[in-house]
């Protein structure tokens, strides 16, 4: 494995982008993301252009209904190899 190198980021991506990414490679409108999780259409568009925050419970509930990981909507620009121990 040694050979292997991380490949280099090349977009960052907000928090809202990655709900948006992900509600598009499901085949999901923002409609049918609302019925499944019963966060209204209009929050889910304000989350995914970054006006509302996304916070925990409503990260649960979207990834849950995106079948990921919370931490993959809520840290989608996390690099633990630039991250120093706490």
């Given at each position: ?18 709900v948006?990414?992900?509600?598009e ?62």
């Open positions: 494995m040694s050979q292997f190198r991380p490949a280099k980021r090349r977009v960052i991506v907000s928090v809202g982008e990655s948006r990414i992900i509600r490679l499901q085949e999901l409108s923002q409609n049918q993301l609302a019925q499944l999780t019963g966060i209204p259409q209009a929050t889910i568009s304000a989350i995914e252009n970054d006006r509302v925050s996304l916070g925990v419970e409503r990260a649960k509930v979207l990834a849950r209904a995106l079948k990921c990981h919370p931490a993959v909507l809520v840290f989608p620009g996390w690099d633990s190899s630039q991250q120093s121990a706490a």
